[in-house]
């Protein structure tokens, strides 16, 4: 009875193998791919530091527009929608 218990648990660990092994190579990104492009993370990054200098200069709704008009050049430039 043991060694037909290990058995079944050989052949059940070996299909969640397979099954897991499959689902993970055809997986993407989504809606994260964006996060692999380096020229625009460190876009974005510099238009959220601008962001923050306008505030600290001009008030909050400034430092939102200029960092939504950043951004949003951002998009543009790495070919993004511009929302």
């Known amino acids: ?5 290990t058995g079944l648990f050989a052949i ?14 055809t997986a993407t990104a989504g809606a994260y791919d964006w ?4 020229p625009y993370v460190a876009c974005v990054q510099r238009a959220h ?14 430092g939102v527009i200029a960092y939504n008009r950043d951004r949003r050049t951002c998009n543009r430039q790495n ?3 511009d929302a």
């Not at 059940?12 to 190579?25: H, N």
């Not at 530091?49 to 400034?62: C, D, E, F, P």
């Open 1 to 5: 009875m043991t060694s037909f218990r």
């Open 12 to 25: 059940a660990t070996a299909a969640v193998i397979v099954c897991t092994g499959g689902s993970v190579s």
């Open 35 to 38: 996060m692999s492009n380096k």
């Open 49 to 62: 530091s601008n962001g923050q200098v306008i505030t600290q200069l001009y008030g909050h709704t400034a």
């Open 79 to 81: 070919g993004y929608p």
